[in-house]
Nanobody, 128 residues
Framework: QVQLVESGGGLVQTGGSLRLSCAAA????????VGWFRQAPGKEREFVAG????????YYADSVKGRFTISRDNARVTVYLQMNSLKSEDTAVYFC?????????????????????WGQGTQVTVSS
């Protein structure tokens, strides 16, 4: 079982940048595909970006493509979300989630229900 802890959220002005971290405890992320999701007040949780367990593939929501970058460290214990050119509509609580993938399937799920473990979330607020 893996525990996930997000950090790096905060208040930033439009056009600014933040880097979120998702640190794993209890296990490494070697056999987990990791996704970042966000949820704004009154809205459903939505997929933002995902990185395959191997690190060889990434996928982004259209709304963040070209602005956000997901990556993972070589030790496979931390996943990052670099967020540039932030907009007010990026304001939300950001969650990381892990999809246990022991058979090595090459798929990055976009549905929250596909993920087994979740962090507690970190608030990102973009002010105009």
């Amino acid at each position: 079982q893996v525990q996930l802890v997000e950090s790096g959220g905060g208040l930033v002005q439009t056009g600014g940048s933040l880097r979120l971290s998702c640190a794993a405890a209890g296990d490494t992320l070697r056999t987990y595909t990791v996704g970042w999701f966000r949820q704004a007040p009154g809205k459903e949780r939505e997929f933002v970006a995902g990185i395959l367990w191997s690190g060889r593939s990434t996928y982004y929501a259209d709304s963040v493509k070209g602005r956000f970058t997901i990556s993972r460290d070589n030790a496979r214990v931390t996943v990052y979300l670099q967020m540039n050119s932030l907009k007010s509509e990026d304001t939300a609580v950001y969650f990381c989630a892990a999809d246990h993938n022991p058979l090595g399937a090459n798929v990055i799920h976009m549905g929250p229900h596909e993920y087994d473990y979740w962090g507690q979330g970190t608030q990102v607020t973009v002010s105009s």
